[in-house]
């Protein structure tokens, strides 16, 4: 069986910017502003491409939120952001390399209040965008999988690697990492 205390979240953050943000929660303006700053001074960063075309990317980003936001409610979270914080469960080299391998923060889940978090296999506004809708889950729903499975830690990562990238995780209480 695994032990599910080992397990943690990570956000990344590409260098020389601030960690744990989400360019959702500025007001419009700003939003579209910050985003072409970022985008014109850091072109050649993978984490910037989707701001060069912010114009298409924030109403899809709105919307995923709002999906996110009201499925996460439905499954009796209780968030208090409007926009969550994004992590990625145990970590993603992924990740890491399209963030220009800068600050990490990394947080147990076992501190995390099942009410304030939620989970998607793989990236929540790529999956909406393809089928319109979203499988999002809670923490006890992931922790009861991760249990039940048949091998070990590493296995169900790399399980989870080969099919979705990565599990993307929705911090929905900024308190939490103050």
């Known amino acids: 069986m695994i032990n599910t205390n080992e397990l943690y979240i990570v956000n990344y953050c590409y260098p020389n ?4 943000q989400n360019i959702m929660r500025l007001p419009k303006e700003q939003a579209f502003k910050k985003a072409k700053e970022l985008a014109e001074n850091h072109p050649e960063v993978q984490a910037f491409y ?4 912010f114009e ?4 899809r980003r709105l919307k995923a939120d709002d999906i996110i936001h009201s499925s996460f409610v439905a499954l009796g979270g209780k968030p208090k952001e409007k926009h969550p914080l994004s992590f990625v469960l145990n970590g993603s080299e992924y990740l890491n390399k399209w963030f220009g391998y800068g600050t990490t923060v990394k947080l147990p889940l076992a501190d995390i209040p099942s009410e304030q978090i939620s989970f998607t296999y793989g990236d929540s506004s790529a999956m909406i965008e393809k089928s319109g809708k979203i499988l999002l889950i809670t923490k006890e729903m992931l922790l009861d999988e991760i249990t039940h ?6 296995e169900y990562m790399n399980e989870i690697e080969r099919n979705y990238c990565y599990i993307e995780v929705q911090l929905w209480f900024d308190d939490l990492i103050r």
């Open 56 to 59: 298409n990317y924030y109403p």
């Open 149 to 154: 499975y048949h091998g070990t830690l590493d």
């Open 17 to 20: 910017c601030g960690p744990l």
């Open 50 to 53: 989707r701001f060069a075309d």
